[in-house]
């Protein structure tokens, strides 16, 4: 089984930056096999795609694509999220998800089967 800890969250002022990482650990996982994905959810909202990474195809949402990066460590099995140029509306719970399949492209959070525990993004006005 593969686990996720998400960590990085905190509050910061608009227009800064945050970078937030998902460290998956476990014994039986090929860590390069993983789609991983980063969602978020803001109270009384949906559950909304960020950004996503497979070996080295990267795909980030149109919401946030001019300002998101997502990038990995492979030997610290580590995906990371910068986030520049923060906004209010981008307060939420970001969470780390995946599937292991490689090249998963859905951007729907019920397709995405492991979980972490989520870190929570304050932006203040």
């Known amino acids: 089984q593969v686990q996720l800890v998400e960590s990085g969250g905190g509050l910061v002022q608009a227009g800064g930056s945050l970078r937030l990482s998902c460290a998956a650990s476990?014994?039986?996982?090929?860590?390069?096999?993983?789609?991983v994905a980063w969602f978020r959810q803001a109270p009384g909202k949906e559950r909304e795609f960020v950004a996503r990474?497979?070996?080295?195809?990267?795909y980030i949402g149109e919401s946030v694509k001019d300002r998101f990066t997502i990038s990995k460590d492979n030997a610290k099995n580590t995906v990371y999220l910068q986030m520049n140029s923060l906004k209010p509306d981008d307060t939420a719970v970001y969470y780390c998800?995946?599937?292991?399949?490689?090249?998963?492209?859905?951007?729907?959070?019920?397709?995405?089967?492991?979980w972490g525990q989520g870190t929570q993004v304050t932006v203040s006005s």
């Open positions: 476990g014994r039986s996982f090929i860590y390069y096999s993983l789609t």
């Open positions: 998800a995946a599937v292991n399949r490689m090249d998963y492209t859905s951007e729907n959070y019920g397709n995405y089967n492991i």
């Open positions: 990474i497979s070996g080295g195809t990267r």
